[in-house]
C-alpha cells in the first residue's frame, strides 16, 4: 500500500491551514494582551510570556513544516518505539529530580535544563501506536484477545503513569481516543460497551477519592457555594464573559486579567477573549475549532489507506476534544479540567504537538492512493 501512495498527489488541505494561523494569530495576541501585567509584576518584563510564545510559535511552524515533508506512512516506524518511549518518559517524571512538581503535580520532565510536559507527546504517540496497530489487525478486532487486549494493556498502562503525576484530564482523553480509534476501525459494539462500563465507574471512583476532583465537581454544580475558594476560578471566568457583552471591552481593556482570574494566559484565555472582545469574539473562536474538528475528519476520510484515516482521525479528536473540554470548562457547562486551549494558550510543549499533529494532517491530506 505505502508504493502506491504519491506524495504530494494533490494541494495539502488550505482550510486547514488557514484556521490554524487564524488560531495561531489570535492566541499570540491575546498571550500578550492577557499575560502582560502579570509578566511586569514577576519578571519585570511584560513582554515575558510574548517573546517565549513567539519563539513556541517559530519552533512550532518549523514542525508543521518539517511533517508535511515527511510521508504520514514514516510515522509506522515510530508506533512501538514512540510508546516505549512514552512509557520510559511517562515513568521519568515520577522520579525526584527529573520530574518537576508545579501546582502540585509532577508533569514536567527536566533534562539537561530543558523542561516540557510528556503527556502532550504521549497523546500523540498514543494515536500513532493505536493507529498503526489498528490498521493491522483490521481482521482481528472482532476477537477481543486478538485485537483488543494489547492496545488495551498498553493504554492502560500510559493512564496510570499519567494519573500519578496526577493528570485526571490528560488520562480522560487517553481513555477517549483509545475507545474512538477502536470504534472507527471497527471493534465490535459489545467490546466497546464493556470497556465503557468499566472506564466510567473507574473515572467516577477516582473524583471521589481525590478531595480536590470532588471540589471542582461541586464547584461546578454551585460555585458560589464556596465563592472565595473551590468556586472562585469558575467565577471569575464567568464575571469574564458576563463583562464583555456582544462585542467586548476592547483588546487589552479586560480587568478580569489583573490578578482576579487565575492563568489568564492558559486555561482561561477564552475568558480574556470573551472579555475583551465579547460574544463574537468567541463565536469566531468556536467557529474556528468547529471548521478544523470538520476538516480533519474529512482528511481522514480521504486518506489513502487505513492507517492515514485512522491517524488523521485521532489527532483531529485529541485537539478536538481538548478544546471542548477547555471551553466547556470555562464557560461553567462542564467541571474544570486544568486543560489548555489548542493554538490559543501560552504553553511550549502542547503548542508544538499541536502544531505537529496539523502537518501531518496537512501531509495526509496532501497524498491519496
Known amino acids: 500500500m505505502d508504493a502506491a501512495i504519491k506524495k504530494n498527489d494533490r494541494s495539502p488541505d488550505i482550510i486547514l491551514l488557514l484556521v490554524t494561523l487564524i488560531l495561531v494569530t489570535v492566541g499570540t495576541a491575546m498571550i500578550y494582551s492577557s499575560s502582560s501585567i502579570i509578566a511586569l509584576e514577576k519578571f519585570q518584563d511584560g513582554r515575558y510570556f510574548l517573546k517565549k510564545q513567539i519563539f513556541f510559535v517559530f519552533f512550532g511552524l518549523i514542525m508543521m513544516v ?33 520530574g518537576l512538581k508545579r501546582g502540585g503535580a509532577t508533569r514536567w520532565l527536566n533534562l539537561g535544563g530543558i523542561s516540557f510536559q510528556v503527556t502532550e507527546m504521549v497523546k500523540i504517540a498514543m494515536v500513532v501506536f493505536l493507529s498503526y496497530f489498528l490498521a493491522r489487525k483490521t481482521h482481528q478486532l472482532k476477537n477481543f484477545k486478538q485485537g483488543i487486549v494489547l492496545p488495551l494493556l498498553i493504554s492502560s498502562v500510559v493512564i496510570l503513569l499519567v494519573l500519578l503525576e496526577p493528570d ?7 481513555a477517549a481516543i483509545l475507545l474512538f480509534m477502536l470504534c472507527i476501525a471497527g471493534a465490535r ?8 462500563a468499566v472506564f466510567i465507574p473507574a473515572g467516577i471512583s477516582l473524583i471521589l477519592l481525590k478531595g480536590y476532583r470532588l471540589a471542582r465537581l461541586t464547584a461546578f454544580l454551585d460555585p458560589w457555594k464556596d465563592a472565595s475558594n473551590s468556586g472562585f476560578q469558575i467565577i471569575q471566568s464567568l464575571l469574564s464573559f458576563g463583562s464583555g457583552g456582544t462585542f467586548g471591552v476592547g483588546i487589552g481593556d479586560g480587568m478580569q486579567k489583573l490578578f482576579y482570574l487565575p492563568e489568564p494566559h492558559t486555561d482561561f484565555i477564552l475568558s480574556i477573549i470573551a472579555e475583551e472582545s465579547g460574544f463574537i469574539g468567541v463565536t469566531i473562536v468556536i467557529i474556528m475549532f468547529a471548521l478544523f474538528a470538520l476538516r480533519g475528519f474529512m482528511i481522514a476520510l480521504r486518506a489513502p489507506d487505513l492507517f492515514g484515516t485512522l491517524l488523521a482521525a485521532g489527532l483531529t479528536m485529541v485537539i478536538a476534544l481538548q478544546s471542548f473540554i477547555n471551553i466547556a470548562g470555562v464557560m461553567g457547562l462542564i467541571p474544570l479540567k486544568g486543560l489548555v486551549l489548542p493554538f490559543l494558550s501560552y504553553g511550549g510543549t502542547a503548542f508544538v504537538m499541536s502544531m505537529t499533529s496539523v502537518g501531518i494532517l496537512l501531509n495526509i491530506s496532501s497524498q491519496r492512493a
Open 168 to 174: 485526571f484530564g490528560a488520562a480522560v482523553i487517553i
Open 189 to 196: 459494539i459489545t467490546h466497546l460497551s464493556l470497556l465503557i
Open 66 to 98: 518539517l511533517m508535511t515533508k515527511i510521508p504520514y506512512t514514516q510515522l509506522k516506524k515510530l508506533a512501538y518505539p514512540g510508546i516505549l518511549l512514552a512509557v520510559v518518559l511517562l515513568t521519568l517524571v515520577l522520579i525526584p529530580g527529573f
